[in-house]
């Protein structure tokens, strides 16, 4: 959840978002006047459903910051009901919920967002609108080789990612001097983590532990 300006001095519009982490497709929005965990226990439901969670052998995990809506028993109830493990950032670690955090940034720099914040709560909704239309279906992502959430969510982007290779292959192979070295990496981005460095050093810390003897 992030806080959209209004043109009233001291008052926020509320933006809650899920985002898929793998496509980083904006899975679920809403905008409202105040924050509530019903709002986000209603998003994570409709979202859910959109999304076919119930039919998944592996259910997903939402993760969140630390705040209070995320933890409140409305939403925890929710998240039990469809099978999804909570997952919170820990306190003062700015980088655990990066992914998000950059998107709220590209939200809040794009030329359409109103400097003197919005009007009322439908200016808010239709910038909303626009704003997740873009992202998903416009955005060339440079996280994902530059093709669009939407697509890597359909799995559209293997299709598109081969051609490109094809092309800078057959490219190079027409004018080699042109190239200083390999063409581009066009081969599709692999497993994404939350936060791969803290997952390295916890799998080392494991390791380590394995590969001590144990006291008799």
Not at 192 to 197: A, G, K, Q, S
Request: hydrophobic share 45%.
């Amino acid at each position: 959840m992030t806080y959209l300006p209004a043109l009233v001095l001291g008052r926020w519009f509320y933006l809650y978002l899920i985002l898929d982490l793998y496509s980083r497709k904006i899975v679920g929005w809403e905008v409202h006047e105040r924050d509530d965990s019903v709002h986000a226990a209603h998003l994570v439901r409709r979202t859910a459903l959109a999304e076919g969670i119930a039919t998944m052998l592996n259910k997903p995990v939402l993760h969140g910051d630390n705040g209070a809506t995320l933890k409140a028993t409305t939403v925890l109830a929710m998240l039990n009901w469809l099978g999804v493990q909570p997952s919170y950032s820990r306190p003062r670690v700015s980088d655990d919920n990066a992914f998000a955090e950059s998107l709220f940034r590209t939200a809040k720099y794009r030329p359409e967002f109103p400097a003197k914040g919005f009007e009322n709560i439908d200016a808010a909704r239709d910038w909303a609108v626009a704003f997740v239309q873009w992202y998903n279906y416009d955005h060339r992502h440079s996280g994902i080789r530059y093709v669009s959430p939407a697509q890597r969510h359909a799995g559209e982007d293997l299709a598109i990612l081969a051609a490109r290779h094809a092309l800078y292959l057959r490219a190079h192979a027409m004018n080699p001097a042109r190239w200083s070295g390999k063409t581009r990496n066009w081969s599709p981005s692999a497993t994404v983590t939350l936060n791969p460095e803290r997952d390295s050093v916890i799998t080392a810390h494991l390791a380590c532990e394995d590969s001590q003897p144990l006291a008799a």
